[in-house]
């Protein structure tokens, strides 16, 4: 019982780093080609890296078994630890906080530009 909680804990880990660090590495990039400066410096991605890895750790560890676990069949040694279901759920997840994070980063952009047109047009 235990040691099938403790699979489903580190796959859950690791959905959620994966997850984390696909967005946190596109926005990074996408950013730095697109406003020619990355809107995530490298002291708060590593912020942003031991929060969520500490976050995650205490949620997953404090997991109880539970009975239904015996009730599924045990994983073979070569099942993949990243499943198709998890990398669905990785992609999708990922997909949504990026359309998120670039709203509001390109919406704060836009606004920025235009106060900064407003503020030209009124010093002539």
């Not at 205490?58 to 109880?64: N, R, V």
């Not at 990785?90 to 952009?109: E, K, N, P, R, S």
């Amino acid at each position: 019982m235990w040691g099938r909680n403790v699979y489903d804990s580190i796959a859950k880990f690791l959905q959620f780093q994966l997850t984390v660090n696909v967005v946190a590495v596109i926005v990074a990039f996408t950013g730095a080609c697109i406003t020619q400066d990355s809107p995530l410096k490298a002291v708060q991605m590593l912020w942003v890296n031991l929060i969520m890895d500490t976050l995650a750790s205490l949620a997953l560890a404090t997991e109880p078994p539970t009975e239904a676990l015996l009730l599924r069949r045990p994983y073979g040694r070569d099942h993949p630890l990243v499943s198709g279901t998890m990398l669905r759920n990785i992609l999708g997840h990922a997909a949504y906080q990026l359309l998120v994070i670039f709203t509001l980063l390109f919406a704060a952009l836009q606004r920025a530009q235009r106060a900064q047109a407003a503020r030209r047009e009124e010093r002539l």
